[in-house]
């Protein structure tokens, strides 16, 4: 892809992540059929606690609410501006309370890689 995308606030489309959509929801926005390199997107976490271990290194900003990553006995707590780097392999869990952060992921492909 070698083309400007702009995506609209007003036309993402939020999908279940977990098992209540009203609790954890995400919006995939870069994936592996516009980038070979990163992924890309927006998720909401309120009231949640959502267990996952990247499979990919991950970027996360906290736009609103307060976010929370729970990784073993460590937590970070972060607030709308706050940026988390979170390495490929680490156990985590995604929470909040009326949380959107934007992520970005590499590498796109993890997917297909880890049915390889």
Excluded at 12 to 34: K, M, N, Q
Excluded at 47 to 75: H, K, M, P
Aim: hydrophobic content about 40%; some cysteine.
């Amino acid at each position: 892809m070698s083309k400007v995308l702009h995506y609209r606030k007003a036309d993402r489309v939020f999908e279940a992540y977990g098992d209540d959509a009203a609790r954890a929801s995400i919006s995939r926005l870069v994936g592996p059929e516009v980038s070979r390199s990163m992924g890309a997107g927006v998720a909401r976490f309120d009231d949640c606690s959502i267990a996952w271990t990247v499979l990919y290194d991950e970027l996360i900003v906290t736009l609103e609410g307060q976010f929370r990553l729970r990784v073993g006995d460590e937590v970070f707590d972060c607030g709308p501006g706050d940026v988390l780097w979170v390495p490929e392999g680490t156990a985590l869990h995604y929470e909040g309370q009326g949380a959107t952060v934007f992520y970005a992921l590499s590498p796109v492909d993890w997917r297909a890689r880890m049915a390889q």
